[in-house]
């Protein structure tokens, strides 16, 4: 071929079609790895996301179950159900039981409690006055029977064989004597979960060690599972009845893998099969799983976006060189090629910064939103410590209103000498307000759980302070004896100051109603402990009264002032520091309690006021 003669067309125009070819599947090549790549990132901060929320409910869960682990144990030492577990034909024991069941019930704010003998007969229940009551039903099936007489406590969600209604079952042995002679159980509902999971946006699944799902944002996927079951856990079901005549049926057509690396296609019940993200987080000691069913379709779309945006990108770059080479001939063409692609890739970066600033957006509402949950709980406690010396408040401000109005009256009259001294009982006003106020802020503190040494006598002034308004509601008058400043204790100011208080305000409480009441408050070291006695000169404490004082839920005020668990959560504070709280009765009359605490060792440490 002559170098001087002209191109073939056709073989120009073939080799210019190959080029186009290998540029438009280099485009498309890269694009699809920009998409894999991208896409992968996506999943990966909605995994993070996911987890992050799968953490946050995991962690709630497993608050709200913890919360009432201990409540089954801390009832079994009332020795009115291990009198009934040894007369099971007593009326009276039988009556006792019920009644302490209600009380228990009612005050713990959960569904049902009721006691169970050796053999799985419920002799006793909280429920006692319906139709479907627990009594006269026998449970021994239950697991959490067995593992509580077995193992010292019993865990289990189900449905209830007697209500149909479900819940979580926390049981324990009662012993007296060291002998083991039934168990209590109470059923805690799990509606606020339910409800929690309703709102989460994304389908959210609550499955338990089998795989069946107990729990569900869609409530038409309870009672089903993520793989179809074995022969061994059917007949574990049936014979537990743990899901009471629920058909257990999967959830999908093939199993449901717990973690996949990739979304996966699931046709859920009255759905059409699509691609869902599947996160799991484990919840509790029971083999527990809260499962998520994302939709990828967002981070599919955010990829795609990114991956065109690279792959015009990268033709814009070829596009741009086959421009400087072929500016003779094609410069008018390449221009016009130009310019739709960057109007192309000017679309396509406006579409991804809308979808970015969306997603800031979304991020700045959900801290706003978790800064304001933050917030409110703040000012909800603030509320309620407040709402006790709101009197106390509410007199040193109209004694300033006075006192400031007198002040002008005063200097208007030249008066200036009086007009002194009305400033200064306002300023002392203002300093008892500020007092109040500094107080109620202490007290609302949350401190780190660590004993160290405390002041006895700021301890016991805060304390004062908090129960001022109740002193004067009944008039008392209480009387404090010298404390030396440096006599400190190990303990925790903020628990010490709730003791403190929960013996001042009994004190108080025993004296209403009675003229000339006083309150005394004594100090004394003895040795490596220090005691801080209590007295009041009210009624005293009658025998009875006296030996089941720190007992949970005993109380003698009348309903609704009191649950009866004051003393006994100031002896678990007193007795984690190893001291003691006891009562007696003076021999002239009134009650005295007896705070005993290791006093500190170097009276020159730093106290914690």
Same mark, same amino acid.
């Given at each position: ?6 191109p073939?067309?056709?073989?120009r ?10 540029? *438009?599947?280099?485009?498309l ?15 990966? #901060? ?5 987890a992050q929320?799968?953490d946050?409910?995991a962690?709630s ?22 009198? !009934?577990?040894?007369?099971?034909? #007593?009326?009276?024991r039988?009556?006792?039981?019920n ?19 050796a ?13 479907r009551?627990f ?8 697991p959490?029977?067995r ?5 010292? !406590? ?18 324990a ?10 168990v ?14 309703a709102?989460?946006?994304d ?25 179809p ?12 009845? =743990?899901?009471?005549?629920q ?5 999908s ?7 996949p690396s990739?979304? =996966?296609s699931l046709?859920?019940p ?7 993200? *599947?996160?799991?987080r484990?919840?509790?000691?029971l083999?527990w ?8 379709s967002e ?6 976006? /990114?991956?065109t945006a ?5 033709a814009?770059? *070829? ?6 080479r072929?500016?003779?001939r094609?410069r ?14 000017a679309?396509r970066? /406006?579409?991804?910064?809308?979808q ?5 957006s979304?991020k700045?509402?959900?801290r706003?939103?978790r800064d ?8 909800a406690?603030?509320g ?10 509410n =007199?040193?401000?109209?004694?300033? =209103? ?5 002040a ?5 009259r030249?008066r200036?000498?009086?007009v ?12 008892r ?14 401190e ?6 405390v002041?006895?006598?700021?301890a016991i ?21 010298p ?6 204790? *190990?303990?925790?100011a ?14 108080l ?11 005394e ?10 005691a ?8 005293g404490l ?14 003698t ?7 009866g ?6 002896l ?8 003691t ?9 009134g ?13 020159d440490?730093?106290?914690d006021?």
């Open positions: 071929m002559n170098p001087n003669q002209a073939n067309p056709a073989g125009k073939r080799r210019t079609l190959l080029l186009l070819g290998a540029a *438009i599947c280099f485009c090549l890269l694009g699809w790895l920009s998409y894999r790549v991208f896409f992968g990132i996506y999943l990966s #901060n909605e995994r993070h996301l996911s929320r799968l946050a409910f962690r869960l497993e608050a709200t179950l913890a919360r009432h682990e201990s409540l089954p144990g801390l009832l079994a030492l009332d020795p009115a159900l291990a009198a !009934l577990l040894r007369e099971p034909a #007593n009326p009276q039988i009556a006792a039981a009644a302490y069941l209600e009380a228990a019930q009612q005050g713990a704010a959960v569904a049902v409690t009721f006691l169970i003998d053999q799985g007969m419920t002799l006793a229940a909280s429920n006692w006055r319906l139709p009551s009594v006269g039903h026998n449970y021994a099936f239950r959490y029977f593992d509580a007489l077995r193992d010292g !406590l019993g865990r289990f969600y189900g449905v209830g064989v007697t209500t149909g209604e479900p819940g979580y079952f926390l049981a042995p009662v012993r007296d004597q060291g002998e083991v002679l039934g209590i159980v109470l059923k805690v509902g799990l509606e606020s979960m339910e409800q929690a999971l709102g989460a946006g389908t959210l699944l609550l499955t338990d060690a089998d795989g069946v799902v107990f729990l569900s944002s869609d409530r038409k996927l309870r009672y089903r599972t993520l793989a079951l074995g022969d061994t856990v059917t007949a574990r079901l049936a014979e537990t009845r =743990q899901y009471g005549n058909a257990i049926t999967p959830l057509a093939t199993a449901i893998p717990t973690a990739e979304p =996966q046709a859920l009255g759905e059409a099969p699509r691609q869902r993200l *599947i996160h799991t484990p919840v509790g000691s083999g799983q809260v499962v998520q069913l994302g939709d990828p981070a599919r779309a955010a990829a795609l976006g /990114a991956a690279v792959a015009f990108a990268a814009f770059g *070829i596009g741009l060189a086959a421009h400087f072929h500016r003779a094609r008018e063409e390449l221009r016009r090629v130009y310019g739709e692609l960057e109007n192309r890739i679309e970066t /406006a579409d991804l910064t809308e970015i600033a969306a997603l800031e979304t700045a509402i959900l706003e939103t304001a949950a933050v917030q409110a709980g703040k000012l406690t603030l309620q410590m407040s709402a006790g010396i709101s009197h106390e408040l =007199q040193p401000l109209a004694a300033l =209103q006075t006192f400031a109005d007198n002008s009256a005063l200097l208007a030249g200036h000498g009086e002194a001294e009305n400033l200064q009982m306002i300023s002392e006003l203002v300093e307000t500020g007092r109040i106020v500094r107080q109620l802020k202490i007290f609302a503190r949350k780190a759980p660590t004993p160290q040494p002041s006895v006598a700021s002034e805060h304390a004062l302070m908090i129960v001022e308004p109740r002193r004067r509601e009944t008039a008392a008058r209480i009387a404090v004896a404390v030396a400043r440096d006599l400190r204790l *190990i303990a925790e903020g628990r010490l100051e709730q003791v403190l208080v929960n013996l001042l305000r009994n004190g409480d025993a004296m209403a109603g009675q003229a000339d009441a006083l309150l408050v004594g100090t004394r070291h003895d040795g490596d402990k220090v801080i006695e209590v007295r009041d000169h009210g009624p009658p025998e009875e009264v006296r030996h089941h004082l720190f007992e949970p839920f005993y109380t005020k009348p309903a609704g002032e009191g649950l668990l004051g003393l006994a959560i100031s678990t504070i007193v007795e984690s520091y190893g001291g709280l006891s009562a007696h009765n003076a021999p002239d009359g009650a005295v309690f007896v705070l005993t605490l290791p006093a500190a060792g170097d009276p440490a730093p106290s006021t």
